[in-house]
């Protein structure tokens, strides 16, 4: 069995000693490029050898390594709570399609043992993503999958003006030094991910923070927060490693 975590760490130690280029021909100003890819368990996986496991963890962790070095990967992590949910990547790609084909080259994708779910385009500030440091240390941080609500509907009359409220929130959260990266999918994105935001904060006051969101009171959204890691220095500082 793949053992993910361990996985991603080594990933991101490995990391953290490459520059974290930009793909070439690509503006770092540029929102329409970014995809999140979330990284899952299926409920079926077929079952490995200790032997067979081993050596598709080293396939999975070679491609991580390639994407990288192609400049494809920006952002990798793994979740720490046990749910379906197991990391994510942060692709830069020209298209949706480009982002799946790179996402679905994982060994452990092809092999039924993780599912990639692609979203996006992902509508970041890419300058919030930074070089990772040079050590090998991580951070804790909180990361909340940002739901449609119940009265989620874009076609309603004035909807777009409800929302206000909820990126004036999100604004003030980020002058308050409380989130190191939020972004939002178009409203014609299929299913009910509307938005991702990545808080500097532990897995409680995060929650905290995402129930306070006017949207949210409003029933527009649903907010559903997960513990998160990544390597220290690819986004604005958040918790040490406990």
């Known amino acids: 069995m793949i053992q993910l975590a361990s ?6 130690t490995l990391l953290a ?7 070439q ?42 994407l990288h070095a192609e400049h494809k990967l920006l952002v990798a992590g793994p979740f720490t709570d046990d749910t379906s949910l197991r990391g ?15 996402a679905n080259s994982d060994p452990a994708v092809q092999a039924g043992r993780l599912v990639a779910e692609v979203h996006g385009p992902w509508q970041i500030d890419p300058s919030a993503i930074h070089e990772p440091d040079s050590g090998q240390e991580m951070q804790r941080y ?22 206000k409220p909820h990126a004036a929130f999100l604004h003030d959260m980020i002058a308050q030094g409380k989130i190191a990266l939020v972004g939002r999918f178009p409203f014609s994105e299929p299913g009910d991910l509307r938005g991702v935001v990545i808080y500097r904060v532990a897995l409680e006051e995060a929650k905290k ?3 306070d969101d006017p949207a949210v009171k409003a029933d527009l959204l649903k907010p559903e927060a997960h513990p998160w890691i990544t390597g220290k220095g690819v986004l604005a500082p958040g918790l040490p490693m406990q």
């Open 7 to 12: 996985t991603f760490i080594a990933l991101l």
């Open 17 to 23: 000693f490459a520059p974290l280029a930009r793909p």
């Open 25 to 66: 021909n690509q503006t770092q100003t540029s929102t329409a490029d970014y995809f999140l890819v979330l990284l899952k368990h299926p409920a079926n996986p077929p079952q490995l050898s200790k032997e067979a496991g081993e050596k598709l963890q080293e396939e999975h962790l070679a491609n991580i390594r390639k």
């Open 88 to 102: 994510i990547l942060v692709l830069h790609a020209s298209s949706l399609q480009q982002a799946q084909d790179w």
């Open 142 to 163: 909180t990361l909340v999958l940002v739901m449609s609500g119940d009265k989620w509907n874009p076609d309603a009359p004035g909807f777009a003006e409800a929302l």
């Open 209 to 211: 923070f995402a129930e």
